[in-house]
């Protein structure tokens, strides 16, 4: 079954790889989107896919790359769309 997810990251969550190891990880389960970080020190992600995929991409959130320090996690559930092909790193 489908899902998509639209994902806020808060915590020390830019200038430690987050977008790249999202994208990578994105790669991984065959997940579609997009990753951004946001003016206010937040990174803010778009997952689409099979829902264990997209819920796999929300716990790898949770944890991030080694260097980040996640303290919340906030997931919004969406329809669905299928307009995404791949997986980017949105910039601005």
């Known amino acids: 079954m489908k899902a998509r997810a639209h994902v806020f990251v808060s915590g020390k969550v830019q200038g430690v790889f987050f977008r790249s190891a999202t994208k990578q990880k994105a790669e991984v389960y ?18 689409e896919g099979e829902e264990d995929a997209v819920k796999a991409m929300i716990e790898f959130c949770k944890r991030g790359p080694s260097a980040a ?12 769309t299928g307009e995404f092909t791949a997986f980017k790193v949105r910039y601005g």
Not at 31 to 47: H, S
Not at 69 to 80: A, D, G, L
């Open 69 to 80: 320090q996640v303290t919340n996690v906030n997931v919004s559930w969406e329809k669905p």
């Open 30 to 47: 065959g997940v579609k989107g997009w990753v951004r970080n946001l003016a206010d020190g937040r990174v803010e992600a778009v997952f």
